[in-house]
């Protein structure tokens, strides 16, 4: 053989061995190579990269619901709904009432004098002796302070009725009932007072040795009826009354706003009340049981009027509205104590 023909034949083996590796490789290479059955290989998945799973994030536990907010523009009632009258209103056949005590009062400071109840005891000359003023003029000072007092719980009534309820609160039918009831009660426990005095025919203890003098024997205060009325205490009788007319009207009432501030005058009220009451055993105008029981009547007729007519019942429905209050004076030593709840 040539050396041509020996070189062809040895290119052609080389081909024949290197075919098989490069279809092989051309096949893992091309997707779309055709096996041998004919189908198409599946294509190869490009791997990928796996990430983990991000941690939940901490449980956060839920917040609680906010406090809830009372409305107290809704649920609490204004000054001036407080201030308009609830209770039972003045009748005609009240003024009918006022009228015959205030004629009872009036009436019965004729009754003639004279000495009916010859009553003395140690408490009276125990407290005669240590509140009363031995210099001269002394009593009528004492006599005119306690009619000062008097007039000072007039004006509170009037201030709270005509300056705080009807000219400053604008409610001039709360401030009438008030004023009709002030009169009213006024009105009984100074007709009974004044029914009790004339006929009880007490003498005044500075008649003892004033009266029996040759000048002062012939003035008024010897000559006239009211020598002969010590029993009760007109004064101290009227002073509680006022004064726990006062108490009444701001417990159930806030003139002043309401709260603590509303016990002010009243408790001012009771203090020159009582100051009244010392004052007239000081001027020799009365003794201690005058004033003791004077206190105790009017401090219970200034809570049983207005309550038994008006305050504790409900105008809506007539039922009971409350528990009155209490009052309780007592002596204590030489002047009176006095304690009461509302």
């Known amino acids: 053989m040539s050396a041509l023909f020996r070189c062809f034949i040895a290119g052609a083996a080389v081909a024949v061995v290197a075919l098989p590796s490069t279809a092989l490789a051309q096949q893992a290479q091309d997707p779309d190579v055709v096996t041998s059955a004919g189908k198409a290989a599946p294509p190869t998945p490009s791997p990928t990269l796996v990430h983990p799973l991000p941690a939940p994030p901490p449980e956060v536990p839920p917040k609680p619901p906010p406090p809830r907010r009372l409305d107290t523009a809704k649920k609490a009632p204004s000054l001036a709904a407080r201030l308009k009258w609830r209770w039972p209103e003045f009748r005609n056949y009240q003024i009918g009432i006022l009228a015959a005590q205030v004629l009872t009062a009036i009436g019965s400071v004729a009754i003639p004098g004279d000495e009916r109840m010859k009553w003395r005891n140690g408490f009276d000359e125990a407290a005669r002796d240590a509140l009363r003023i031995d210099i001269p003029e002394g009593g009528r000072y004492a006599r005119d302070a306690s009619d000062v007092g008097l007039v000072l719980l007039v004006?509170?009534?009037?201030?709270?009725?005509?300056?705080?309820?009807?000219?400053?609160?604008?409610?001039?039918?709360?401030?009438?009932?008030?004023?009709?009831?002030?009169?009213?009660?006024?009105?009984?426990?100074?007709?009974?007072?004044?029914?009790?005095?004339?006929?009880?025919?007490?003498?005044?203890?500075?008649?003892?040795?004033?009266?029996?003098?040759?000048?002062?024997?012939?003035?008024?205060?010897?000559?006239?009826?009211?020598?002969?009325?010590?029993?009760?205490?007109?004064?101290?009788?009227?002073?509680?009354?006022?004064?726990?007319?006062?108490?009444?009207?701001?417990?159930?009432?806030?003139?002043?706003?309401?709260?603590?501030?509303?016990?002010?005058?009243?408790?001012?009220?009771?203090?020159?009340?009582?100051?009244?009451?010392?004052?007239?055993?000081?001027?020799?105008?009365?003794?201690?049981?005058?004033?003791?029981?004077?206190?105790?009547?009017?401090?219970?007729?200034?809570?049983?009027?207005?309550?038994?007519f008006h305050y504790a019942w409900d105008a809506a429905n007539g039922k009971s509205d409350s528990t009155p209050p209490s009052i309780t004076v007592t002596p204590m030593g030489a002047g009176l104590g006095v304690m009461g709840s509302f």
């Open 155 to 308: 004006n509170m009534r009037f201030v709270d009725n005509l300056i705080v309820t009807w000219w400053f609160h604008d409610k001039g039918s709360t401030a009438w009932q008030m004023t009709l009831i002030d009169a009213q009660t006024v009105s009984f426990s100074a007709g009974l007072n004044s029914l009790v005095a004339g006929a009880a025919g007490r003498e005044r203890p500075y008649a003892r040795g004033y009266c029996h003098e040759e000048l002062e024997s012939k003035t008024s205060d010897c000559l006239g009826n009211n020598r002969f009325r010590s029993f009760f205490s007109g004064h101290a009788t009227a002073a509680f009354t006022l004064a726990t007319l006062t108490c009444v009207h701001h417990g159930k009432l806030p003139l002043y706003g309401g709260g603590p501030v509303e016990a002010a005058p009243c408790v001012a009220g009771l203090a020159v009340a009582s100051g009244v009451s010392i004052l007239r055993v000081a001027a020799d105008q009365h003794y201690m049981t005058d004033v003791i029981t004077g206190a105790v009547f009017g401090a219970a007729s200034g809570v049983a009027i207005p309550y038994a």
